[in-house]
């Protein structure tokens, strides 16, 4: 049981950044997509979520087997794929509790209104990943995102993912603003998913949330190309020695420093 691409060529609008990426995402495991900046492992994660700005050119998405490259978002979203935001975007007007009470109703086709009294029993639970994320309570009836530093971004959009309660999640550098409690927090919550069988991309150039949560598999992209695939050890190596190596060979003119 896998999500994965295969020979993805993609990009937004007229943009080929994605030339040829076989990956898979095997169910209940973690998969790790490192990669320098502009390496286009964001443009994976959107065109595999189905943002509509994203153009698949060449090859097919399969989610256990299905076909759902062509398909929008809300269905992929349906069918059990999540994706966490590099950025999470703010909604203003629109308190937390009732975002996840709507988005959880559309993931289990539940016919409630979107903006009512959500159930207790989601409360009960939204409260309680709130608190293992480090969120007070108060964040729930905030609007969503808005005044929210980076790492509480992080941890909000972690709190949405635990409740829907995905069949598989792209995580698009969970560990991006977040001080080393919150690193730990969302390594823990990504433990928790693996542990109900959810199949986890995460993707990160920098290897620190991996020192907390050991991938199953790593693959590494740069200029758009799977260059390598391997072990946690690939992971420790890549901390060491940056991505220089492989853009050389690459004949990039990127990160030539090989810095992280
Ligand atoms: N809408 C767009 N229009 C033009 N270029 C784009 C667009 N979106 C992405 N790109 C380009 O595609 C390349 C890959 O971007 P992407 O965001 O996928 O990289 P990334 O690997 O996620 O980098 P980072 O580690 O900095 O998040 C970059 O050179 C970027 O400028
Ligand atoms: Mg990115």
């Not at 975007?89 to 509790?97: A, H, K, Q, S």
């Not at 988005?103 to 016919?111: C, D, G, K, V």
């Not at 991006?176 to 998913?193: E, H, K, Q, T």
């Amino acid at each position: 049981m896998t999500l994965e691409t295969i020979d993805l060529a993609a990009g937004p609008e007229d943009k080929i950044i994605l030339r040829g990426v076989t990956l898979r995402v095997p169910k209940g495991s973690v998969t790790a997509l490192m990669g320098p900046n502009g390496s286009g492992k964001t443009t994976l994660a959107y065109t595999i979520a189905g943002h509509p700005a994203y153009r698949v050119v060449k090859g097919r998405i399969l989610l256990e087997g299905e076909d759902i490259t062509s398909l929008p978002p809300h269905e992929r979203a349906r069918k059990g794929l999540m994706l966490g935001f590099q950025n999470p975007p703010e909604i203003p007007g629109v308190r937390l509790l009732n975002f996840l009470a709507a988005a959880y109703n559309r993931r289990f086709n539940l016919q409630e209104k979107l903006i009512g009294s959500p159930r207790p029993e989601l409360v009960k639970q939204a409260r309680e990943y709130a608190v293992k994320l480090g969120l007070s309570e108060d964040f729930l009836h905030r609007e969503v995102n808005v005044g929210f530093s980076g790492g509480e971004r992080k941890r909000a959009e972690m709190l949405q993912i635990l409740l829907l309660k995905p069949k598989y999640v792209i995580l698009d550098e969970p560990d991006s603003g977040l001080d080393v409690d919150g690193v730990r927090m969302v390594a823990d919550a990504i433990r928790r998913l693996v542990d109900d069988g959810v199949g986890v991309l995460v993707i990160t150039h920098y290897a620190r949330i991996l020192q907390f949560v050991e991938p199953d598999h790593v693959a590494v992209l740069v200029n758009g190309v799977i260059v390598d695939e391997g072990g946690p050890e690939l992971a420790r190596k890549i901390e060491q020695e940056g991505y220089g190596a492989y853009v050389a060979k690459m004949g990039g003119d990127k990160g030539s420093g090989g810095g992280l």
